[in-house]
């Protein structure tokens, strides 16, 4: 009885220390090529991308490396969103030393129709404890919380990351650079992509997310950042649906309503009807990222 009662101590001593671990220090684990910690450990840098995998899918790294001398990074999250990235550039000014020039926030449409939630258990690795609290305290303003959330949220929530670091590390390392992707995706072939369903028939406006576009405007201004939103062209049949032509004009009314500036997709040259440029409706292949960026990169040089 004696050696249970040890063993199942020593576990609950095992388990404790890991979650608490987790959450206060997991925003400094040493990994590479993603992540807010490797960004801030990147020093000055000239541009830098926070978004979702809109970006990590549709920004070639190596090219902007080449364009601004290697003072370039991505941060960004699968699904992440508007409330989030306030918390992310907050933490970004807390943590950091250093000097960002321009710092590039994704203008996408449809995020503004997303629940304040944990939508990518990255958000809660990268975070310090201040930012788990304050992304906590967004989700129960919003009323999307309840006890199996904060388990999940505390506990469980990037747990699998920390248990099997030293041998996932070396491969997603390899997978991205700077926060953006290095696969050679490839389209999936104009028949998929024209047959590919999406419905958006029962998305509504999220508050939250609209007065977290505001923030981020008012934040950067006080700070005196320099900052522009951009958005990245999606399929046509994506871009041209009357519903998320619906939220890029709000969004872009909440950007001219607080004097933000702003690169659209119609902005740059990109032909959205070119299957071969996109791996699905918003993400694109190895080609259309590298077509995408070198557009990208005149436009933010000639702004």
Known sequence: ??????????????????????????????????????????????VLFIG?????????????DEAYDGRVYDISYGGNQLVATVIQYDEIRRRSPHDYGLIVFELGPMMLAQDVALSDSRVIWDLS?????DLWISMYTAGN?????LYEFFVTSGMDDLITFPVTEPFYSTRYYKG????????????????????????????????AVANIINECKKDGQDFIFVESP?????????????????FVRILDE???????????????????????????????????TAELIKALKNR
């Open 234 to 250: 999606c399929y046509y049949r994506l871009q041209d649906d009357p519903v998320f032509r619906e939220y890029h004009e709000e």
């Open 52 to 64: 979702s995998s809109t970006f990590r899918a549709n920004v070639d790294m190596p090219m902007m």
């Open 180 to 211: 953006a992707k290095t696969d050679e995706t490839v389209s999936p072939g104009k028949e998929w992509l024209e047959n590919e369903e999406f419905d958006l028939s029962d998305k509504y406006l999220v508050e939250e997310q609209a007065d």
């Open 258 to 292: 607080n004097g933000a500036d702003y690169i659209l997709a119609s902005d740059v040259s990109f032909d959205t009807h070119d299957a071969a440029l996109f791996e699905d409706m918003n993400h694109m292949s190895a080609e259309g990222r590298r077509v995408y």
């Open 1 to 46: 009885m004696k050696k249970v009662l040890i063993t199942l101590a020593v576990a609950f001593i095992i388990i404790t220390s890991a979650i608490l671990f987790k959450n206060v220090y997991s925003c400094e684990m040493p990994i590479k090529n993603r992540g807010i910690r490797d960004a801030i450990n990147t020093g000055d840098l000239d």
């Open 129 to 133: 404890l201040e930012g788990k609290q």
């Open 145 to 149: 919380t309840d006890f199996p959330m």
